[in-house]
């Protein structure tokens, strides 16, 4: 079998076709990049200074609260900090209120009262923001050095900084800084407060959803007639309301404004219209697809609630894709740290980015879009891999699929997963890298970047849709590996050529996906939302912020039943492709699918044609187990 083709030969879908590795050298790959990022990880350590991010640094390297090296030639740099680890801003200028910050100082205490430097010289000292008190001992020749003013100050909370409270630029800062912290603080203690109400309502949107899926079972169709017909209606109302509104306007006409609003509503009248009956012309033209499409979400609702493990997939990998951000985030920040210092002209330390830094943050950036791509790769073969047993079993899963999914995916198709997703991991970080050519020549100002702008952004768009469509072929590429157990090339040709030869279906099951999903998001997502109200409305003298809850809620339901349709999606695609290769791939008489399929046109009626784009003879139909024909 080629890269990029089939061998020729006529394969038969079968439950479990032999499998071999896929794609190894990716595999190989990926593991050797794997080992690059510890290898970052090792170096960043050993050369960047993460303690500077958290304990604060003064202007001349010094980390505060431990012991230091000399960075700079200064005779400030590489003082014993231990004990001195409240981070201090000094401020100069003429006037209090409006004076300037100026260097970075390591105290053992943040400064309690007001003082003018020049007048009160052992106030200053004592509190140790002067040169020649603290930690910062005068060196030989060297004369004590304040600033012109010392603020009383109070530790921002969580960190060792002493934030001024008498500057007029320092307390906008502070009280900012402290508002916001009681805002939290506040939001929090309500969500904390209402967090039985919360996980209740959680609890609730899990079990209708996973209620409403099975539910899909028998009644996806009412609902995809009901949503059908909402929207015509829908549709048919706005039509005539602004028919109405334009007849109204017509007969009122009295000022070159009436004649406009006239205009309005008759141009937009006419455009509705035109909606209306192009959509009612493709429901009446595609009638047949769409009751297809119900018919595979109603197999991919009944072969879900066989397997209630599938839904597991989602959360497992939002755990995993969590700790992988959180890598890469921490390995970046502790990188950002590596740089290289200089002295600058006022003595002070000035860090200089490194190519090696650059180079690095590059390298992680396409870490953290390659191994999130990795990680959605594994969770959409997981869930094909669960439909696909399932089908090619004649829905009935032997064991438990999960398990068995996961161990195709370490054991043969790892290769294939790491390609697909390094793929929209490249797009990805060309976009990036466009989006930081477009920030630097916005930056400028100046007019001759605004072309440069401009090709920027119209190569973001692109990218974009080439991203989308790299991600719909690779999705269906991975069922297509589920089912046949073929490297990824040959997949993506195999489901490209596939798909092709079935668009109507396709269509149809993408707007009965969006459809049913919309239902089930809106229904649920508000339904929890209104409950929540009405517990809170019944509880409303313990609980105050009603919005902050009600928010927490609509977002992590949201979160939730978006999970779980995200796999009914996935699943429903699944059964469509497993659909597709039964009757392309099987002989006539040995098809798989079940008899609910066959009930909805899959047996009795063609559903595209053969692979060679020939058309179906009435010779090649085999009578089903439900009566007619079968393709």
């Not at 509503?265 to 009446?284: N, S």
């Not at 939002?318 to 921490?330: E, H, S, Y």
Request: aromatic residues 12%; contains cysteine.
């Amino acid at each position: 079998m080629g890269c990029c083709s089939d061998s020729g030969e006529r394969r038969i879908l079968a439950p479990d076709p032999p499998r071999g590795c896929t794609d190894i050298l990716f595999s190989i790959i990926f593991v050797l990049f794997c080992i690059g990022i510890a290898a970052i990880s090792g170096w960043s350590v050993d050369n960047g200074e993460p303690l500077r991010l958290v304990n604060g640094a003064d202007s001349f390297g010094n980390i505060c609260g431990v012991k230091n090296d000399k960075r700079i030639n200064s005779p400030y740099s590489g003082i014993d900090m231990t004990g001195f680890d409240h981070m201090y801003f000094t401020l100069n200028g003429t006037d209090a209120q409006s004076a300037d910050f100026g260097v970075t100082l390591c105290l053992k205490e943040c400064p309690t009262e007001f003082a003018i430097c020049s007048s009160d010289t052992d106030a200053c000292t004592g509190a140790g923001v002067c040169f020649g008190s603290g930690a910062y001992i005068l060196p030989v020749n060297d004369t004590l050095r304040c600033p012109d003013f010392m603020f009383d100050s109070s530790e921002l909370s969580f960190t060792g900084q002493c934030m001024q409270i008498n500057n007029a630029t320092a307390t906008a800062l502070a009280n900012g800084l402290s508002d916001a912290q009681a805002q939290i603080e506040q939001v929090m203690g309500e969500v904390y407060a209402a967090r039985g109400i919360i996980g209740a309502c959680l609890v609730i949107a899990v079990a209708v959803t996973f209620g409403l899926i099975a539910f899909m079972r028998c009644c996806a169709g009412p609902i995809v007639c009901f949503a059908i017909t909402a929207t015509l209606l829908a549709l048919g109302v706005i039509t005539g309301t602004l028919y109405y509104a334009a007849i109204d306007a017509h007969k009122n006409k009295e000022t070159d404004q009436d004649e406009l609003n006239y205009q309005f509503f008759l141009g937009t009248a006419i455009v509705f219209t035109a909606i209306t009956l192009i959509m009612f012309c493709i429901v009446c033209a595609m009638r047949t697809r769409i009751r297809q499409a119900v018919g595979i979400f109603e197999e991919a609702a009944a072969a879900l609630f066989e397997m209630p493990s599938t839904y597991c997939c989602p959360f497992i990998t939002a755990v995993f894709l969590l700790l992988w951000i959180a890598m890469c985030l921490v390995v970046l920040v502790v990188v950002a740290t590596a740089s290289d210092h200089a002295t600058t002209s006022e003595g002070y330390i000035s860090y200089v980015i490194t190519d090696t830094q650059t180079a690095l943050f590059a390298y992680m950036i396409f870490a953290l879009y390659w191994g999130t791509q990795l990680l959605l790769a594994m969770l959409e073969f997981t869930v094909a891999s669960n439909i696909a047993i399932w089908y090619l079993n004649q829905t009935h899963a032997p064991g438990i699929p999960l398990f068995k999914s996961l161990w195709r995916i370490f054991r043969y198709h790892f290769g294939s997963l790491a390609l697909g997703s390094f793929i929209v991991a490249i797009i990805q970080m060309l976009r990036t890298v466009l989006e930081y050519i477009e920030y630097q020549a916005k930056k400028t100002g100046s007019e001759s970047m605004c072309i440069t702008r401009f090709v920027c952004n119209c190569a973001r768009c692109l990218l974009y849709c080439l991203e989308k469509c790299v991600k719909f072929i690779n999705k269906n590429a991975y069922i297509e590996i589920a089912i046949w157990g073929d490297n990824f090339c040959t997949s993506c040709y195999n489901v490209f050529m596939l798909l092709s030869r079935h668009l109507g279906l396709i269509s149809a099951v993408n707007g009965v996906a969006f459809l049913i999903v919309f239902v089930i998001k809106i229904g649920v997502v508000s339904g929890v939302a209104f409950l929540a109200y009405l517990w809170l409305e019944a509880e409303k003298s313990t609980y105050t912020a009603f919005a902050v809850v009600i928010i927490v809620v609509i977002i992590l339901s949201f979160i939730l039943v978006d999970a779980f349709t995200d796999v009914y999606e996935v699943a429903a695609e699944a059964i469509m492709i497993c659909v597709l290769e039964d009757h392309d791939k099987n002989p006539p008489g040995e098809h798989l699918m079940s008899e609910r399929l066959r009930n909805f046109n899959f047996g009795d009626q063609k559903i595209g044609t053969h692979k060679d784009g020939s058309k179906i003879e009435a010779s090649e139909r085999r009578p089903s187990k439900a009566g007619g024909s079968e393709v």
